[in-house]
């Protein structure tokens, strides 16, 4: 069965450090990858999705950036942290190709916060 | 640009209640729609999937009704347990540029409370 671990579970970091949250996939091939961020009393919303090493889109403007250096590996950087970036960050996969029928899988999520 | 609203924001209800949640978006042409379960500080756990030529999908004591064509899903959760107090999550898909990939875009959540 597949199983999506993110790392680390609650981090405290200081305005203008740099952060990098890692997302890694088991048990599937080629997934599409995703990372979105729950601000505090705001909905989740896409930050970034990858349907292959290398590729990555982003869907909003920010101060966050993210790769895909092997197939299963998503990870979400930044070099120097903002207030604004504290929330709960989330990554998902999803089945390459996409069918209609396939959910995307949610891991549990890592908690940021900036001081 | 796809919106999702989720009412009630907050429901509480006792035990063994039958609840109805609602979610409606504003673009019609979704690809699917997913109900999440979310509990405090956790991820998300995906309850039922409804593709966007379905009507409906139940799994154990719950039923997802999906109607494209005015913008509405519902949940109904049958015999509510303490065990079911979280919040739940309302997310429809949208085809992205890539094609295969999916952007889900979510509703704010109705968190749910059943008092025993």
């Known amino acids: 069965s597949q199983t999506i671990h993110q790392w680390p579970a609650t981090l405290v970091q200081p305005v203008g450090s740099p952060l990098s949250l890692e997302c890694t996939v088991e048990?599937?091939?080629?997934?599409?990858l995703y990372w979105y961020r729950q601000a505090a009393g705001r909905g989740l919303q896409l930050l970034f999705y990858?349907?292959?090493?290398?590729?990555i889109s982003s869907e909003v403007p920010q101060n966050l950036s993210a790769s895909r250096p092997q197939d299963r590996q998503f990870i979400l950087s930044s070099k120097k942290l903002l207030l604004s970036d504290s929330g709960f960050y989330l990554c998902?996969?999803?089945?390459?190709?996409?069918?209609?029928?396939?959910?995307?899988?949610f891991g549990d999520g890592t908690r940021l916060s900036i001081l | 640009k796809q919106e999702v609203t989720q009412i009630p924001a907050a429901l509480s209800v006792p035990e063994g209640e039958n609840l109805v949640l609602n979610c409606s978006f504003t673009d019609s042409a979704i690809y699917n729609l997913q109900w999440f379960r979310q509990d405090p500080g956790k991820g998300l756990t995906s309850l039922l999937l409804i593709q966007s030529s379905q009507r409906e999908q139940t799994s154990g004591r719950l039923n997802a009704s999906l109607d494209k064509s005015s913008g509405r899903s519902t949940l109904y959760i049958a015999a509510s347990q303490p065990g079911d107090s979280a919040t739940y999550l309302c997310?429809?898909?949208?085809?992205?540029?890539?094609?295969?990939?999916?952007?889900?875009?979510f509703g704010s959540g109705t968190q749910l409370t059943v008092l025993p």
């Open positions: 990858s349907v292959g090493i290398g590729q």
């Open positions: 998902a996969w999803s089945p390459w190709g996409g069918r209609p029928n396939q959910p995307q899988h």
């Open positions: 048990g599937t091939s080629n997934p599409n």
């Open positions: 997310a429809v898909a949208d085809v992205l540029p890539s094609g295969s990939a999916r952007q889900l875009t």
